[in-house]
């Protein structure tokens, strides 16, 4: 999605996916230095933090679950592509829309029954952090409206795929 254009509910959501990338990204650098720093205090000085295990597992959960979404956003789901060149396009369409349902019903499931761990356990905290142990959980339904909003938007024919130079890139690759 280009901004030229487009709708000031479209820029909006658009800044609310760049936060969200950003966020992921800050997640997996915490994790990475985190993990190195773990690395070398072990090494170097026979100790470690005894937060890092756990915050590192927090920071892969979240990064996970975002990747989850981001997936069904740029359409990077398992496809066949035999059928793209076998089947009709309206065969081809019909299918995509199946793809949009499944996806909004596997959503409300993460929403219903991410909500109902993440109470869950918000009675217990984690071991180390004493953080409650819902934080871990919380980002199962945080990712299950976001595959609800995608699902509804590509069912309704509006294009989410933000990276299409991925698509162009594979496409030269296999000519």
């Known amino acids: 999605m280009n901004s030229g254009g487009q709708s000031s509910l479209a820029r909006f959501f658009i800044r609310i996916d760049k936060m969200i990338e950003a966020f992921a990204i800050v997640l997996i650098i915490t994790m990475v230095l985190i993990v190195f720093t773990q690395v070398m205090t072990r090494k170097l000085f026979n ?3 005894f937060w890092s295990e756990e915050v590192t597992l927090l920071c892969l959960t ?3 679950f975002i990747g989850i979404a981001i997936g069904f956003r740029e359409k990077l789901h398992l496809g066949m592509d035999v059928l793209e060149n076998l089947a009709s396009k309206t065969v081809l369409t019909i299918l995509d829309r199946v793809i949009d349902v ?3 019903g596997f959503g409300l499931y993460m929403i219903v029954y991410g909500t109902q761990f993440t109470l869950l356990m918000s009675e217990s905290t984690l071991p180390a952090t004493k953080l409650p142990n819902s934080i871990q959980y ?3 339904p945080f990712t299950g409206v976001l595959c609800c909003i995608y699902a509804t938007l590509q069912f309704l024919g509006k294009n989410t795929q933000r990276y299409t130079e991925i698509d162009d890139e ?5 000519a």
Do not use: L, M, Q, R
């Open 102 to 104: 499944v996806t909004f």
């Open 47 to 49: 100790f470690v933090f």
């Open 170 to 174: 594979i496409k030269e690759h296999d």
């Open 138 to 140: 919380v980002v199962v």
């Open 62 to 64: 979240w990064f996970s």
